[in-house]
């Protein structure tokens, strides 16, 4: 098997660097009929996500960064019960009658589902899965190497093999273990990141005013994993380690209120644990306190912060400061590149 299995896997890395290098081709110039399809329609699961996509598909054009002369859209799933793609892909096409009548029937339409908080990548939850960066010439990354996506690292920075870092910032003095994934971060003082540690941050509109908040847990803790009881709670585990002893460790009390949403549906998507800060950096630094607070069983109380669960942090999310942000630094990446490019020339 395991010799049938090795050439097909070649044959798909080779296939997918075929249409990774024919979608360069297109990107940024305007397509003949028949080269692309005709209309890209996106479901987006409510209107924050629709104006999430809206703008980045905005930014993309803008940097042609994509095919020209191509209908692209967001449709926004009706608001209430989620109703799946099924439903979607319905609601998706009467918004496509509406708004071309039977011509639409003559189009070449790919529809991506994209709606929904995504749990196996909750670092795209916010700004969607669909725009979740890929690394350049991606057949050829492996756990072996690490993967820097759109980010600014010092060079006296240590990241090692496996971990992804993308939209962030690291100092000279952070150390990123194995198999790491850090998203939208900005971490300018000493830090040292666990293997296998998750770490995403968040601008968050609270009352008005900017925040911030940053998701820190194990790569491969399981946040769907729920129960029915408080007195379950001890079943949840966080970076392997039961929920109950982590919050002795932050000092806080196995409470209803420690939850957000269904109280019958206790999980680490909704365990209100995670702090908010008026700085990225700061909840960076917050949330790194409190992950390393469980490995080294040492007390690092939360009860000074106002806590937020990921469910609220998706909530509250400010679509329009962490795409500013992730602006920046690609227009510094830029000004960087065009440096080198004249000091060497």
Known sequence: MAAASAPLGVSLQEATQRRLRRFSELRGKPVAAGEFWDIVAITAADEKQ??????QLSEKLKKKELPLG??????????????????????????LEKLYGD???????LLIHSGGYSQRLPNASALGKIFTALPFAIPEYSGNKSCIIQSILDSRCSLAPGS???YSRLGPDVSVGENCIISGSHIITRAILPAYSF????SLKINGHIKYSTMACGVQDNLKKNV????????????????????????LEVTEELFSGNKTCLSLWNARIFPVC???????????????????????????????SIEEMLVYKDVEDMITYREQIFLEIALN?????????
């Open 164 to 166: 992804v870092v993308e």
């Open 199 to 202: 770490v995403c941050s968040l």
């Open 103 to 109: 011509q639409w029937n003559s189009f070449t339409i």
């Open 50 to 55: 629709e104006l999430a996509y809206k703008q």
């Open 228 to 251: 029915k009881t408080l007195s379950d709670v001890k079943l949840l585990q966080f970076f392997g380690v039961s929920l109950l002893s982590c919050l002795d460790v932050w000092n």
């Open 337 to 345: 590149r065009k440096q080198s490019v004249l000091e060497t020339s």
């Open 278 to 308: 008026s700085s990225l950096s700061d909840s960076v630094i917050a949330s790194l306190k409190m992950l390393n607070a469980v490995q080294s069983k040492s007390v690092f109380s939360l009860n000074n912060y106002k806590l937020l």
């Open 70 to 95: 191509v209908q692209y859209l967001v449709f926004v799933d009706p608001a209430g019960a989620k109703i799946g793609n099924g439903g979607s892909t319905l609601c998706a096409l009467r918004c």
